[in-house]
């Protein structure tokens, strides 16, 4: 009953915001656990007016004005935005443009990060359905550690965007987020084709493999798509993984930490090339843990040879090892396009519309409808939005300062905008 009362509100308030304007910034409030600060924006107050009595309609106009955008943004809702972390780069720019799309379409928001802390999200979101939101967009720390907070948004009646990382859950509505598979096929393809692996002949080339956290439902994805990619080098003898560690399991990093990444990198150096031996390539799923594997080559690695290696996200200090040449590619994922669609995506679901691969049409983003590749639980299916990854290499760095969010300095190197 909420929600259709809400849908029907919404479609009032979408024609009132026609009326007086689009881009009302409604009020909102912005927690962030991991810095436990509050800010409240709020622009109800903000006009004033001074008018003399010969435009005093003028002014009245103005307050009416104002009175109804404030009702738009009231009547667009009100959103929990839940995100994992502040020290991993990429969360900070995710609940930005989060945050900004949201408000700038009229909706009331609350963003917290939990410092990767999963009892810490529990409780961000617990006291989100306590402030009453009408949609919860939640990236998750652990996707299997959040079936009390979810149910709880189930017999709430509040839906749930799963964002970028798949919780584990039959409340969750609908998954946005990249094709996660083809993020790791990408890293793995750019190793077979830059190593030229299909016309290798005897040559050999060693290898290690650096995961990402095992609570992250991702993470698995990344190793898969990469695996599979050069499955049959590795068979081959092609490509030979030194240490042996080769399982998901043994390669993993906990909460993708850079300093887990570097000592299980300086572990593997000291005790498989200490003698001299070639290391010639480390696949890492994420930039994160690919600057942990790139200081540790830097300080412990004997050889002279370059070492190829992997990353994902764009991280400022990756774009910049990039350039110098100490890591080779990353996986670009706009994340700006991400928040888009979901901002798409749950108007479509607060106003009841249906909801299907037409939906992509309003997105003006390259994105891909899913309902086969995911499941929440065994069995159940969960309906998908998948944007497109991009390679880098330092060839390309020009595509990230073409979408805008980047700009290259006069030294070459790269900043978020
Ligand atoms: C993954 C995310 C990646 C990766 C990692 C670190 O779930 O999709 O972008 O960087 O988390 O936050």
């Given at each position: 009953m909420k929600r259709k009362l809400l849908g029907a509100l919404l479609s009032v308030a979408m024609v009132a915001s026609l009326l007086v304007g689009c881009g009302s910034d409604g009020g909102s409030t912005t927690t962030t656990a991991d810095s436990a600060t509050t800010e409240t924006n709020d622009n109800a107050d903000a006009a004033t007016d001074t008018a003399a009595d010969d435009s005093a309609d003028t002014a009245a106009d103005t307050e009416a004005d104002t009175d109804a955008a404030a009702d738009t943004a009231a009547a667009g809702g009100k959103i929990g935005i839940s995100m994992?972390?502040?020290?991993?780069?990429r969360w900070n720019r995710d609940g930005a443009y989060l945050d900004e799309q949201f408000k700038a379409a009229g909706f009331e928001t609350i963003l917290t990060y939990s410092d990767n802390k999963s009892e810490q999200q529990v409780n961000d979101i617990q006291n989100m359905l306590a402030e009453d939101v009408d949609l919860l967009i939640i990236a998750a720390?652990?996707?299997?550690?959040?079936n009390t907070v979810l149910n709880e948004a189930a017999e709430a009646d509040i839906p749930v965007i799963s964002y970028d990382r798949l919780i584990?859950?039959?409340?969750?509505s609908y998954y946005v987020s990249f094709d996660n598979y083809t993020v790791g096929q990408l890293q793995g393809q750019f190793i077979a084709d830059t190593l030229d692996l299909e016309n290798a002949g005897d040559k050999v080339y060693n290898m290690e493999i650096t995961a990402g956290?095992?609570?992250?439902?991702n993470a698995p994805y990344f190793y898969n798509g990469a695996v599979d990619a050069l499955q049959q080098y590795i068979d081959a003898g092609t490509l030979n993984i030194v240490s042996g560690q080769t399982e998901f399991d043994a390669v993993a990093t906990e909460q993708w930490n850079t300093d887990v990444a570097l000592e299980r990198a300086q572990n593997i150096l000291s005790s498989?090339?200490?003698?001299?031996t070639q290391l010639d390539v480390w696949l890492c799923s994420n930039d994160s843990t690919a600057l942990g594997v790139s200081q540790a080559i830097t300080s412990d690695?004997?050889?002279s040879n370059s070492v190829l290696i992997t990353g994902q996200d764009g991280d400022e200090a990756n774009l910049k090892n990039i350039v110098d040449g100490v890591q080779t590619m990353t996986v670009y994922k706009n994340v700006s396009n991400e928040a888009i669609v979901t901002l798409s995506l749950a108007q479509a679901m607060l106003a009841g519309s249906t909801i299907d691969a037409?939906?992509?049409?309003?997105?003006g983003i390259d994105c891909a409808y899913d309902?086969?590749?995911?499941?929440?639980?065994?069995?159940h299916k969960c309906p998908s939005f998948l944007l497109v990854p991009n390679v880098i290499t330092k060839d390309n760095l020009q595509e990230l300062v073409d979408t805008g969010l980047y700009t290259m300095g006069d030294d070459g190197y790269l900043s978020a905008n």
């Open positions: 994992p972390t502040q020290s991993l780069e720390i652990d996707g299997g550690a959040l584990l859950n039959d409340a969750v956290d095992p609570a992250d439902n498989y090339y200490a003698d001299g690695y004997a050889g037409s939906l992509i049409d309003s997105f309902t086969e590749s995911y499941e929440t639980t065994e069995g």
